[in-house]
């Protein structure tokens, strides 16, 4: 049995869900779950400072191997002394393998083999490789407290043999990562669970990476386009898969019911690109649906723009300045919309504890979704 450089403790089950109240302790500290991750693909969260995100609450922040393995390069990262000191982050790091950036840029299917992937470089077009083993050289030299493993993940609508083809190579490259992760002492190590939308596979995947000694589970193979109802349903079968005494982190998603959602079926963990991405086209999410900032009918709106939000942004501008900001490319509304969206979820995420904690998560899912305006089946 490994000694796990990362632990969860388990410190209550909702009581009519499989919502869990949690804590992940790490070697860069403990976070509780569960936890929305901002994203800082290229080892920054866009526009934020490591201050903000200190501010906003973000307990931990995700960076990407491939972007960063690509440029800076992840032995320049490993000369800086590692990506925590390079970008002057001393809470916990995620880092996703990669196998979800290169499948987005492989010529032909004929470059996934068994020892690894064949594709060019997004940046300079340069003919690169990614194994299981690179992937955990990578992430060691990153340094991150919780790394990945090398995966494929299917589209969700691929056939039955592809995936059925594609989750035992995975789990063949998770046993591979397993072998090749030097670093148990101060990095923990996920398995990711695949199988689309096929129950059977699921188990199969599940089963596969569960009989090997990861730090954690992810669920990945979701939120690439699939409906909210099959990612739940996928969900309702797969989280009760996995180990009660490990972490379970969902891959990719963001918007604010989905998280609910994921966390009635027992996730702990979330990331997602949406807050930064869509803050600065001025998309904004308010705890009374999303406002367009950009709209006309703001213009001369010199009110807050969430009402129940306490964040910088809504305690100090009024919609009129930043829809100007927004409207006139101004840097500044750029993080000003960031920020408030990065508040907005990782404090959504603060009031579902807060619902685990009193056993009414069903009622504040209803009365949240009321008022943002989701319509309930
Ligand atoms: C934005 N949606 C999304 N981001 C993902 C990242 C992933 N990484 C590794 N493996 C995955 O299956 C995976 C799925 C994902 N879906
Ligand atoms: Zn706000």
């Not at 209803?366 to 319509?375: I, P, S, T, V």
Request: glycine residues 8%.
């Amino acid at each position: 049995m490994t000694n796990h450089a990362i632990k969860y403790r388990l410190i209550k089950k909702e009581k009519h869900t499989g919502a869990r109240l949690g804590e992940i302790i790490t070697p860069h500290g403990t976070f509780p779950t569960p936890m929305f991750m901002p994203v800082g693909t290229q080892a920054t969260v866009k526009t934020q400072s490591p201050e903000e995100l200190k501010e906003i609450g973000s307990g931990i922040i995700l960076s990407n191997t491939y972007h960063l393995w690509n440029r800076p390069g992840d032995e320049l990262i490993a000369q800086a002394g590692g990506l925590h000191k390079f970008m002057n982050w001393d809470q916990p790091i995620l880092t996703d393998s990669g196998g979800f950036q290169v499948y987005s840029l492989v010529e032909n299917k004929k470059n996934i083999t068994e020892e690894g992937v064949k594709f060019k470089s997004h940046l300079d077009g340069r003919a690169l490789f990614m194994s299981p083993e690179t992937s955990i050289g990578i992430q060691n030299n990153l340094g991150s407290d919780i790394m990945m493993s090398f995966d494929e993940c299917p589209q969700f609508y691929q056939p039955y043999d592809y995936v059925k083809n594609s989750i035992e190579r995975t789990s063949r490259w998770a046993e591979r990562g397993l072998r090749a992760h030097q670093r148990w002492h101060d990095q923990g190590l996920f398995g990711i669970v695949q199988g689309a939308g096929f129950k059977d596979l699921r188990e199969q995947s599940a089963r596969d990476l569960t009989s090997m000694d990861f730090s954690g589970y992810s669920i990945g193979g979701l939120a690439v386009g699939e409906s909210h109802k099959e990612m739940n349903a996928v969900l309702d079968y797969t989280t009760v898969l996995l180990p009660e005494d490990k972490p379970r982190y969902l891959m990719g998603v963001g918007a604010p019911d989905s998280l609910i959602d994921g966390v009635i079926r027992g996730v702990d963990m979330f990331d997602c690109v949406l807050p930064t991405r869509i803050a600065r086209n001025g998309t904004l999410m308010t705890h009374f649906g999303r406002v367009n900032i950009k709209n006309a009918k703001y213009e001369y709106d010199f009110t807050t723009l969430d009402p129940m939000c306490d964040c910088y942004t809504c305690k100090n501008y009024t919609r009129a300045y930043l829809r100007h900001l927004i409207k006139a490319d101004e840097t500044f509304g750029l993080r000003l919309c960031s920020y408030h969206n990065l508040y907005f979820l990782v404090h959504l995420m603060m009031e579902v504890r807060q619902a685990i904690i009193n056993d009414n998560l069903l009622e504040f899912r209803e009365a949240f979704c009321e008022r943002y305006g989701y319509n309930l089946p």
